[in-house]
């Protein structure tokens, strides 16, 4: 009793001195220790980071004439739609663990000048989900989330300053920004009659601006522009590009972008401390007028910034059975670092009542996931997620993130009507999550691929889910539906 007494009293003893950063409603403990002024440029860090993002991949992945033909290669220029056609694979370098199991619709909107009205089509019998983002990573609106029915719908994307009138029938979005991000993933069940179904609706989708828009007729958007001196960035990641700034171009880009999506009201403390670096909104930013302290201070933020907030995500929300369950995704409001750190990983996140998502890099045990190893997820009888739309685990390589899917594989879900799963006779269900087929034709119906030798992470995603289903209790601190784990079976 005495030994684990002392052992409890230095466990007690070591988290007080753990040194705890605080980032609005946030807090993370830090790594190492770091200085008052530290802390404060890691917190314009995080505040910043999730606008200069946005900035970043639109000024990217707008700069093109015309919007790509390649799945993995989501560019369209401003105003207009990118369409993916197939599913992503592991060629994407654009996203940070792309969805795989839908089709994704894409636009970078700039309403600056006048609105965009979008036009979304009649699909009834079907499931998509429709964000828009402003610069925040907030979810504006969604367009007919979960399958509204036989209607059509004509939204007008006003900008921050826009006060004009609309059309008859036209349905406002307004934006808090200038610059707004739709992003669609639109259910395919990766047969031809699913996949044709889908790209129909893909192909009634428009984006007009409000000065040519007449109802009922075609708009053919001009050329988008090219800058040349962009070109060589858009094979790369956002994060990678963020990574490879200096403190000038980041903050500098910082100051730029938050003229165009502005602070809220509760954002008074943050801004305050930007002032106090000399990151003003609308105004150019001068590193090297900082005083030497700052500057150290502001340069230290760049190389601690990326990993605490890697770190960050994997506490984005309380995690049972090894998942974590994010709650405050698609509506951060003051937390900070759970907004940045979401960012850094995926961008536009649905909101939880469209879309419950997950990522396991953990077995049951708390060991990494790994290819040597063969690892079960069952579902007792009647216990798989009660949804709409869909269900399905989705594999990538840690680290990268990459999709990992063998041709011929896909997502293991419940909407594959290419390879439907295979219940046990109790009705029970077993997803067998294994580098190597299971040698039973039946049971490999439910065999989630893994990449040989290597870690990797399971990512679990459910679309259209019923209230029980994203429901959090904050009594027992327990979500409503609790994702089976990770079980390691053998080697």
């Known amino acids: 009793m005495a030994a684990a007494w002392q052992l409890a009293a230095a466990q007690d003893a070591r988290a007080q001195d753990a040194q705890v950063l605080h980032f609005g409603d946030d807090t993370i403990e830090a790594a190492s220790p770091v200085s008052p002024l530290v802390e404060k440029a890691l917190q314009a860090y995080v505040y910043g980071y999730t606008p200069v993002y946005f900035d970043v991949s639109m000024q990217t992945y707008t700069n093109v004439a015309k919007p790509s033909e390649n799945p993995n290669q989501m560019w369209a220029p401003r105003d207009q739609f990118f369409h993916g056609r197939r599913q992503q694979t592991a060629e994407n370098t654009m996203g940070v663990a792309p969805n795989s199991d839908t089709l994704y619709t894409v636009a970078y909107l700039d309403v600056s000048k006048e609105p965009i009205i979008w036009h979304l089509p009649a699909w009834p019998g079907h499931y998509y989900v429709c964000p828009i983002h402003n610069q925040w990573a907030d979810n504006i609106s969604v367009g007919n989330r979960t399958n509204p029915g036989p209607i059509e719908v004509d939204y007008a994307v006003t900008g921050k300053d826009w006060h004009g009138t609309l059309p008859q029938g036209v349905r406002r979005i307004q934006m808090d920004s200038d610059h707004a991000m739709i ?12 996949l044709s179904s889908a790209h129909h609706f893909q192909d009634g ?9 007449r109802r009922g007729q075609a708009y053919v958007p001009p050329a988008g522009t090219v800058d040349p001196t ?9 994060p990678r590009q963020i990574m490879a700034m200096d ?17 809220t009201q509760e954002d008074g403390e943050a801004v305050a401390n930007l002032k106090s670096f000399g990151i003003v ?13 700052k500057q150290d201070a502001l340069t230290k933020a760049l190389v601690l910034g990326p990993p605490m907030l890697r770190r960050a995500l994997g506490n984005i929300g309380p995690r049972v059975n090894g998942w974590p369950y994010a709650l405050v995704v ?5 937390h900070y670092l759970k907004r940045a750190a979401a960012a850094q990983f995926g961008f536009s996140g649905n909101m939880m009542e469209d879309n419950m998502q997950s990522i396991n890099l ?22 798989t997620p009660s949804v709409d739309g869909f269900w399905s685990f989705t594999v990538y390589t840690a680290g990268t993130y990459d999709i990992f899917a063998p041709k011929g594989r896909n997502p293991v879900g419940n909407h594959d009507k290419t390879n439907p799963l295979h219940f046990n006779a109790d009705g029970s269900l077993d997803i067998a999550v294994q580098s190597e087929p299971t040698g039973d034709a039946a049971k490999d119906h439910n065999w989630l691929a893994t990449p040989k030798c290597v870690d990797f992470m399971v990512y679990f995603r459910t679309y259209g889910l019923h209230p029980e289903v994203y429901s959090f209790s904050s ?3 327990q979500p409503g539906y609790i994702v089976p784990a990770l079980v390691r079976t053998s080697d």
């Not at 989708?205 to 828009?213: F, G, Q």
């Not at 403190?247 to 602070?263: C, D, E, H, K, T």
């Not at 040597?372 to 009888?381: G, K, L, P, S």
């Open 281 to 293: 909104e609308g105004q150019p930013f001068d590193f090297a007028a900082m005083p030497a302290d």
């Open 205 to 213: 989708m428009a984006l007009t601006p409000l000065s040519k828009w």
């Open 475 to 477: 009594a027992t601190g």
């Open 183 to 194: 992003l669609c993933r639109i259910r395919q069940d990766f047969d031809p009659a699913s």
């Open 330 to 334: 698609g509506r951060y409001q003051e």
């Open 230 to 238: 962009i070109t060589p960035q858009m094979l790369t990641t956002v």
């Open 362 to 383: 953990r077995d049951a045990a708390g060991a990494q996931l790994n290819g040597n190893h063969r690892y079960t997820i069952h579902f007792e009888a009647g216990k």
């Open 247 to 263: 403190a000038q171009a980041f903050y500098g880009r910082m100051a730029a972008v938050l003229a165009i999506n502005p602070p």
